[in-house]
């Protein structure tokens, strides 16, 4: 069954890449610091490769589960030729193509390869690293950036993705100085609970419909999804028509996908208040019980931005089948009605958790949501705007 499960994540799996990754023109600088723990942390700094003096900076916050500074995905051409990128490449090119540095880091216990399978765990470590753990290392890397001779301190920008959109604007409220503004990628608004929960009921027929357009209409028959898998024919083992038309009435809809995860989301649910560590490890993006509870019943996203006062962006998919458009919706009306005007909202009506780069990058334009994140950046760090 096609994997649509994903806690707060954003970019895919380096497990299965084969391919070597090539060098990029621009500066890259490798980072070593400690936590306040003493945990070995490592970072990249990406500078434009012409910078003459301080430059701006965007920092970089992670989707959920283990992540390096690199993260590699695979992709495949038009004629089936496969190859390996960087995510955080396609971020460092765009950005320093513009002026602007980009730095981002590893999670402690994560350690970047430059062959397969890319990235090393050291499970012990990461399974330690709960929400508040992670924003204290995110801490200690803004600190260490700040002083970095080519940084600019007074312009920094926070970019969110997916866990990150909760992470950024507390390091925000904790760490203000020289901030720009914070941009959020697949808004997480809820707490890991909800999310959860969410996500193994509503969230997968979100995920659906953007994978297939006819499903938009509330079902999709079983005539619907044929044509679709003689479009799609890779897919056809990972996406077969049953068992998911659990009620047997010939086609798929929400329901479908409620039932047949209820099972599942059961045994997630006993898996985190037991302190099952090994069976998230395997099913739920190698989080911990830990980190589930560190933020079980966490108030709304939409608090923390309401004590900033800094520029706040959005950008996220109304078909996000990880964390809900509707979450996004309340916070902004949350903010309007305290008469709030420092958050930018940017939704986009085809686009998915990870607003659509999966599917766009092969292409030879930087999709439409990256575009608007990328025009953002660029106002918020010339001198004298925001």
């Known amino acids: 069954m096609l994997a649509i499960y994903a806690?707060?994540?954003?970019?895919?799996?380096?497990?299965q890449l084969q391919e070597p990754i090539a060098a990029e023109p621009w500066k890259d600088i490798l980072i070593e610091m400690e936590a306040e723990d003493r945990t070995p942390l490592e970072a990249k700094l990406s500078l434009p490769a012409d910078a003459e003096g301080k430059v701006p900076v965007v920092f970089y916050l992670h989707g959920a589960g283990p992540r390096t500074y690199d993260n590699p995905f695979p992709t495949v051409d038009e004629e089936g030729e496969q190859s390996v990128g960087k995510y955080l490449d396609f971020f460092a090119s765009e950005l320093t193509g513009r002026g602007v540095a980009f730095f981002r880091m590893s999670k402690r216990g994560c350690h970047a390869r430059e062959e397969p399978p890319w990235m090393k765990v050291d499970r012990a470590i990461f399974s330690k690293a709960t929400l508040s753990v992670l924003l204290a290392d995110y801490e200690v890397a803004l600190d260490s950036l700040r002083k970095r001779p080519e940084i600019d301190p007074n312009r920094i920008v926070l970019i969110g993705s997916s866990e990150g959109t909760r992470l950024a604007p507390q390091l925000a409220l904790r760490s203000p100085k020289g901030l720009l503004g914070v941009a959020m990628l697949g808004y997480a608004a809820d707490n890991a609970h909800d999310t959860i929960v969410w996500q193994m009921t509503d969230g997968p027929w979100r995920?659906?419909?953007h994978l297939i357009p006819a499903a938009r209409d509330g079902a999709l028959t079983k005539d619907e999804h044929q044509a679709f898998l003689e479009a799609m024919p890779a897919l056809a083992a990972q996406?077969?028509?049953?068992p998911v038309d659990v009620d047997g009435d010939g086609q798929w809809t929400s329901a479908d996908f409620e039932k047949l995860n209820a099972p599942r989301l059961q045994a997630t649910l006993n898996a985190v208040e037991q302190g099952d560590d090994d069976f998230l490890w395997k099913n739920l993006l190698?989080?911990?019980s830990a980190?589930?509870?560190?933020?079980?019943?966490a108030e709304p996203n939409a608090e923390t931005l309401l004590k900033l006062d800094l520029?706040?962006?959005?950008?996220?998919g109304d078909l996000d089948?990880?964390?809900?458009?509707?979450?996004v919706l309340e916070t902004q009306e949350l903010l309007r009605e305290a008469e709030r005007e420092n958050l930018e909202v940017h939704l986009y009506d085809d686009a998915n958790h990870d607003l659509n780069w999966t599917s766009g990058v092969t292409g030879e334009s930087v999709p439409a949501p990256f575009r608007d994140v990328f025009?953002?950046?660029?106002?918020?760090?010339?001198?004298?705007?925001?």
Request: hydrophobic share 40%.
């Open 7 to 15: 806690l707060l994540a954003v970019c895919p799996s380096a497990a």
């Open 207 to 209: 995920n659906i419909s």
């Open 291 to 297: 980190y589930c509870r560190g933020w079980w019943d």
């Open 286 to 288: 190698n989080l911990s």
């Open 321 to 327: 089948g990880t964390c809900r458009v509707e979450g």
């Open 311 to 316: 520029p706040l962006a959005i950008f996220h």
């Open 375 to 386: 025009a953002l950046i660029t106002r918020w760090t010339k001198p004298g705007e925001k």
């Open 239 to 242: 996406l077969p028509f049953q």
